[in-house]
T-cell receptor, first 115, second 117 residues
Framework: AQSVAQPEDQVNVAEGNPLTVKCTYSVSGNPYLFWYVQYPNRGLQFLLKYITGDNLVKGSYGFEAEFNKSQTSFHLKKPSALVSDSALYFCAVRSAEGGNTPLVFGKGTRLSVIA | GAVVSQHPSWVICKSGTSVKIECRSLDFQATTMFWYRQFPKQSLMLMATSNEGSKATYEQGVEKDKFLINHASLTLSTLTVTSAHPEDSSFYIC?????????????FGEGSRLTVL
């Protein structure tokens, strides 16, 4: 079975400081990993994904994430946070093996960037 | 990126009525669409996988007679909440992925907030 853990319900960071939103996963075989962001009463927007290749993935709005196979982690990072980054962030995983399975999402982490 | 359109964005209905939510892929064909439900301050719960031209696959615990899914074309899937009750009030989000490859990201509609009075 696939699962995603986002251990922090809330992350607070001052504007201009680096931010990290944590994600660990469990999946059979190799993973496809994704990060999405959700603003209030909106759908999810795709930020970045890891499929294969370089473990450091760069995505939209200056975000990046590092795939760590040994730690089964895919933490989201940004060097300098903006107030506009405040939102709900979801990590998601799908197994690279098998049929066309849906994404499994973590519970989400609310990021609050304080000016 | 690809665009998924969802309609309506907001709907308020009386208990006992049925509500239809549409999900359209605007610039790609989607043989498979996914319907999620999100409770306040919670994650997305997969309700069902909608397959074009065939029956939807429902997740355990989701009533198929309650949440009717129809995927009549490669660009349209509908979710009908039948005989809605206040506990059905939620945020419903659809998603789809261009092509058949598994590595592609899902694109999400803007969601539909259902309030049942």
């Amino acid at each position: 079975a696939q699962s995603v853990a986002q251990p922090e319900d809330q992350v607070n960071v001052a504007e201009g400081n680096p931010l990290t939103v944590k994600c660990t996963y469990s999946v059979s075989g190799n993973p496809y990993l994704f990060w999405y962001v959700q603003y209030p009463n909106r759908g999810l927007q795709f930020l970045l994904k890891y499929i294969t290749g370089d473990n450091l993935v760069k995505g939209s709005y200056g975000f990046e994430a590092e795939f760590n196979k040994s730690q089964t982690s895919f933490h989201l990072k940004k060097p300098s946070a903006l107030v506009s980054d405040s939102a709900l962030y979801f990590c998601a995983v799908r197994s690279a093996e098998g049929g066309n399975t849906p994404l499994v999402f973590g519970k989400g982490t609310r990021l609050s960037v304080i000016a | 990126g690809a665009v998924v359109s969802q309609h309506p964005s907001w709907v308020i209905c009386k208990s006992g009525t049925s509500v239809k939510i549409e999900c359209r892929s605007l610039d790609f064909q989607a043989t498979t669409m996914f319907w999620y439900r999100q409770f306040p301050k919670q994650s997305l719960m997969l309700m069902a996988t909608s397959n074009e031209g065939s029956k939807a696959t429902y997740e355990q615990g989701v009533e198929k007679d309650k949440f009717l899914i129809n995927h009549a074309s490669l660009t349209l899937s509908t979710l009908t909440v039948t005989s809605a009750h206040p506990e059905d009030s939620s945020f419903y989000i659809c998603s789809a992925r261009p092509g058949t490859g598994k590595a592609g990201e899902l694109f999400f509609g803007e969601g539909s907030r259902l309030t049942v009075l």
